[in-house]
Each structure stands twice: as structure tokens, then as C-alpha cells.
């Protein structure tokens, strides 16, 4: 079982314990002789166990990063920050995305105003800086027109915003 006191912080912040009991499951069926390290030739297989589809080019990359010194094996910590790396695609994404706002969304229209999304930036989660938080409204405002992001003034369907942020940067979360 995970110990989740001795995952690094910067990973707390990033995987759940869920997420990272998941990832120890995984890592535990591969390491089959227990010291505790995976080889990279069971890279492929684990990557595709947890969810991914990485291309041969893909997995490549991706040794190439974390095997720098040619070990040719990596640890569980050094798995879970592959998880969080962006060599990561995570299915859930836009549902864990689309999740938090719906739990602003009392009437289940699917409707953020700008001042709701401003201080669900600011005050929720892991908080952006004000200055940010403004940034990002008026980036979702000027999205708005054309990619179907404004309902109407000053109402923004959240479904259509988290599409045009994903496209905008895939490593938002």
C-alpha cells in the first residue's frame, strides 16, 4: 500500500491517492522480482496498463528522459513522476475538469459567469495568482464567439471552455 506520507509534495499536489494506489497496483504486477525496480523493456506494457497508448517513437522519448544515465530501470517514485510528466495523456482530464465545475452548477445548466469562473480560479483547488485569474477570463472571452464559449453576456457554457483549454495547453492539469 502507498504510503502516502512519503510521496514527494509536488506529486500530492498532482495525483490523488486513488490515482496513486492505481499506479502502485501497476507498478507491483511488473516488478516481478520485488526489488522495488522496473527495466524500461516493461515500459511498453505498463505504459499501455495504466490507461496510455503510446506510439514505439512515443516510448522512446520516453526513456530516453528518464533513462539519462543508462541504468535501464526505473523506481516506483520515478514512475509516479512519469505519471504526472506530460509523456502522460490523461483520459480523465475533461472529466475532472468538467467534474469541478459541475459542482458549481447548482441548476445543472452548464453555465459559468465570468465572475463565478474568476473566483473558482482564484479561491478553489490550487489557486491562481489573481492577475492569472484574470488572464484566463479574458482569454475565455475572447475565445467566446467563435468556439461557442459564451452563451450569452457574460455566461459561458464551461463544457465548451475546458475543450478550447485543453486544445490551448493539454498540460492544464
Known sequence: MV?????DED???????????????????FDRDKDGFIAFSDLPQMWRSVGQNPTDAQLKKIVE?????????????????????????DPMKEERLLEAFRHFDKDGTGIVTAPQL????????????????DELVEWAEKVRNAQGVLVSEGRLSYENLIK???ERDPNIM
Open 11 to 29: 506529486i500530492k499536489k498532482l495525483l490523488t491517492e486513488t490515482q496513486c494506489s492505481i499506479f502502485e497496483t501497476a507498478f507491483t504486477l
Open 3 to 7: 504510503d502516502w506520507d512519503s510521496i
Open 164 to 166: 478550447q483549454l485543453l
Open 65 to 89: 528522459t528518464w533513462d539519462k544515465d543508462k541504468k535501464g530501470f526505473f523506481d516506483f517514485k520515478t514512475f509516479l513522476r512519469m505519471c504526472i510528466s506530460p509523456a502522460f495523456d
Open 118 to 133: 474568476r473566483l473558482i480560479l482564484s479561491a478553489y483547488g490550487e489557486k491562481l495568482p489573481e492577475e492569472e485569474a
